[in-house]
């Protein structure tokens, strides 16, 4: 396994985001984001995880770095679910370095974008037992969620940020809006907003990401 990027705070640390790329992109993808959001949480890690690089049915077999392989997209996404559980267990390992290293449950989030939303979604609602400070899903979809999903009490108290770009035509806006969907009929602090945008990220949402995590993580 790739080493992450960990970029450090200026001063001490005492929060961590654990951020996931999407398909075909690299650890060094967020990086950017994460020195600006930085800026303004001048005590939390960014830890930037990155994918291995595997053979993608759905891109003719390349291969290319990608948290899990897509079969086919529809219906809705056929995917390799075992791969699916090695990279959530990865995002565990990294959470329980970020616990040995001090840092609370509580200002631990996971962000994940496009498939590394996925990732994320999985991992922090039907994979990891404990409390986290929340989840950050940018342009993403829940493959594994379903509409009888069992969440406990704790995972009902994860505050979760579904961003989506009103052009998307690589993850539709439905199928966020559908994870989105069952989280809120779940009774999670689940939020959604929407851009102007494709599959991309833009300065308007890095703005309002921003505002979300200062809410949870400034010091």
């Not at 075992?82 to 370095?97: F, K």
């Given at each position: 396994m790739?080493a992450?990027?960990i970029?450090?705070?200026?001063q001490?640390?005492n929060?961590s985001?654990?951020?996931?790329?999407?398909?075909?992109?690299?650890?060094y993808?967020f990086?950017?984001?994460?020195e600006a959001l930085?800026?303004r949480?001048?005590?939390?890690r960014f830890?930037?995880?990155?994918?291995?690089?595997?053979?993608v049915?759905?891109?003719?077999?390349?291969s290319?770095?990608?948290?899990?392989d897509i079969l086919?997209?529809?219906?809705?996404r056929?995917?390799?679910?075992?791969?699916?559980e090695?990279?959530?267990q990865?995002?565990i390992e990294l959470?329980?370095?970020?616990l040995?290293?001090?840092?609370e449950?509580?200002?631990?989030?996971?962000?994940g974008?496009?498939?590394?939303g996925?990732?994320v979604?999985?991992t922090a609602f039907?994979?990891?037992?404990?409390?986290?400070?929340?989840?950050?899903?940018?342009s993403?979809y829940?493959?594994?969620?379903?509409?009888d999903?069992p969440?406990?009490?704790?995972?009902?108290q994860?505050?979760?940020?579904?961003l989506?770009?009103?052009f998307?035509?690589?993850?539709t806006?439905?199928?966020?809006?559908?994870?989105?969907?069952?989280?809120?009929a779940q009774s999670?602090?689940?939020?959604?907003?929407?851009?102007?945008?494709?599959?991309?990220?833009?300065?308007?949402e890095i703005r309002?990401i921003?505002?979300?995590?200062?809410q949870r993580?400034?010091?």
């Amino acid at each position: 396994m790739t080493a992450p990027m960990i970029l450090q705070p200026p001063q001490p640390a005492n929060a961590s985001v654990i951020w996931l790329h999407g398909l075909g992109a690299d650890r060094y993808d967020f990086l950017p984001v994460a020195e600006a959001l930085q800026e303004r949480l001048p005590s939390t890690r960014f830890v930037l995880p990155q994918a291995p690089t595997r053979p993608v049915t759905i891109n003719g077999g390349w291969s290319m770095p990608s948290w899990y392989d897509i079969l086919a997209m529809s219906p809705a996404r056929a995917i390799d679910q075992a791969q699916l559980e090695e990279s959530a267990q990865q995002v565990i390992e990294l959470i329980e370095t970020e616990l040995a290293d001090g840092i609370e449950p509580a200002r631990i989030v996971l962000a994940g974008f496009s498939q590394g939303g996925a990732v994320v979604l999985h991992t922090a609602f039907l994979r990891y037992a404990e409390a986290l400070g929340g989840v950050l899903a940018l342009s993403t979809y829940a493959p594994t969620f379903g509409d009888d999903m069992p969440l406990t009490d704790t995972k009902r108290q994860l505050p979760v940020l579904c961003l989506h770009g009103r052009f998307d035509d690589v993850v539709t806006p439905d199928m966020g809006r559908a994870a989105f969907d069952r989280l809120q009929a779940q009774s999670v602090p689940v939020q959604w907003r929407d851009y102007p945008m494709a599959h991309e990220v833009i300065p308007e949402e890095i703005r309002d990401i921003g505002e979300w995590l200062s809410q949870r993580l400034a010091a």
